[in-house]
């Protein structure tokens, strides 16, 4: 007779965690580790606009509503032109420390750029995953560059609405990377739409997003021989309405205060101090004589460009060692050579979804830095931060072109150098070069 108790079966094991996912949250804790390092080492105001932007969250903090910009009102800052997002949410880490120490208010204000730009490496994995699935060497690699870049970790310990421009970049897209493979759908139309949308209320660049998820949509419903222009038109009309349910109160109130959606005017008053090109040959030794030349002021634009990318600190007059520069030459050099020779054989290695995405991504590229090439038309701020809203996709390109520098069997090794030698010369910053100086200013 069969016995009333079965023997009792052994619980499977607890699946792990894998092993990308693991080494994610290594790639986090040791940004963390660097990023209030810097947080402690700078002095309030030793970041670019780090006081203009700390005046508005006080202002916002205080009760004072949103502020309109006037140069000639007293207490005004002026990046009060600025949208309202990031300083709203900047508020009630001014609110919780305001009666503490001056020092742990900012560092309070600080922490939530770092906790976002941990947002952004983390997006950052998302986003190579969803456009290489099969590859976890490169999104490990993407995602621990945008960690261990001395400039961006530096940007991100201070006050300052970057790093949320850079999070809502990252997360349009991904989501409009994913959806080549998964298929789109109105909530993805929808999601396109709520980053455009809060874009509209973090800085003037991520006006762009909007237009960018139109272009994802046109990319994905024209990608077929026969173009679905129904779906094309649905989706664009649903990401501009998501979009202008949520921002476009803030391009009406442009309007009215500024006679702009964009207060562009505003912008040109609240910079009217800013070098312009011109002034450099009268107050810099790079013009011989004082006579200005547009060829030498781009060679400096890139010269300062190339250098801010790898990190100048302080208020941009704090360099590392100039050898240190010409050894990074190594980096763009390695991903040049490497791309072009992943140019050579995209037919083997990308399907025609990923140059889709790709393309989505190169474009959105080029229209940031020849948006850079134009402030620095109008204003001498060559500061590579400003095209960090597209860090991933640097960080992507800079993987997979040392990847393919050598053959198969050591392609493991080099999809990481570029995140290796950011975190050297990261490590090295913090405590040899740049932040024993930050500590005497």
């Not at 999601?191 to 800085?203: Q, Y």
């Not at 006006?207 to 021989?225: M, S």
């Not at 791309?339 to 959105?364: D, F, G, K, S, V």
Request: aromatic share 16%; hydrophobic share 55%.
């Amino acid at each position: 007779m069969p016995s009333a108790k079965r023997k009792a079966q052994p619980s499977p094991p607890p699946a792990r965690m894998p092993l990308d996912r693991r080494l994610l949250y290594a790639i986090l804790i040791i940004y963390l580790l660097l990023a209030f390092g810097y947080a402690r080492v700078t002095p309030f105001g030793q970041a670019p606009d780090e006081s203009a932007h700390f005046v508005y969250v006080r202002h916002i903090g205080d009760g004072h509503g949103l502020p309109m910009f006037d140069s000639q009102a007293p207490g005004a800052g002026y990046e009060f032109h600025q949208p309202p997002l990031y300083y709203v949410l900047a508020a009630p880490f001014y609110l919780l420390t305001r009666e503490a120490d001056p020092g742990a208010t900012i560092l309070a204000v600080r922490a939530l750029n770092i906790w976002l730009n941990c947002l952004l490496i983390w997006l950052s994995f998302l986003f190579a995953q969803a456009l290489f699935p099969k590859r976890p060497r490169v999104r490990l690699a993407c995602a621990a560059f945008v960690a261990f870049l001395s400039m961006q970790a530096s940007i991100s310990a201070s006050i300052t609405n970057d790093l949320l421009a850079d999070v809502l970049f990252a997360a349009l897209l991904w989501q409009a990377v994913a959806r080549w493979p998964q298929g789109w759908r109105n909530r993805d139309s929808v999601l396109l739409g709520v980053f455009a949308g809060l874009g509209l209320l973090t800085k003037n660049t991520c006006f762009i997003l909007l237009p960018l998820g139109w272009l994802a949509a046109l990319l994905y419903f024209t990608r077929e021989r026969q173009a679905d222009w129904r779906g094309l038109m649905r989706a664009g009309a649903i990401i501009t309405m998501t979009a202008l349910a949520i921002g476009g109160w803030w391009l009406v109130r442009n309007q009215v205060l500024y006679g702009d959606p964009v207060a562009w005017s505003a912008f040109l008053r609240g910079f009217r101090g800013s070098p312009h090109p011109q002034d450099l040959a009268v107050h810099s030794p790079w013009f011989s004589g004082g006579e200005f030349s547009w060829l030498i002021y781009w060679r400096v634009v890139a010269r300062w460009t190339y250098q801010s990318s790898w990190g100048v600190f302080g208020n941009m007059d704090l360099f590392l060692p100039g050898w240190v520069y010409w050894a990074l030459a190594v980096v763009p050099l390695g991903v040049t050579v490497g791309l072009i020779r992943l140019w050579q054989r995209r037919a083997e290695w990308l399907e025609p979804w990923q140059r889709q995405a790709l393309t989505l991504c190169l474009i959105t590229a080029a229209i940031i830095w020849a948006m850079y090439l134009r402030f620095n038309v109008y204003f001498f701020q060559a500061q590579a931060r400003y095209l960090f809203v597209v860090l991933p996709v640097g960080a992507l390109l800079a993987a997979l072109g040392f990847e393919r520098l050598a053959p198969a069997r050591c392609q493991r090794y080099l999809v990481f150098v570029p995140a290796v030698l950011a975190l050297v010369v990261n490590v090295l910053a913090l405590f040899v070069w740049a932040g024993p100086a930050l500590l005497q200013r």
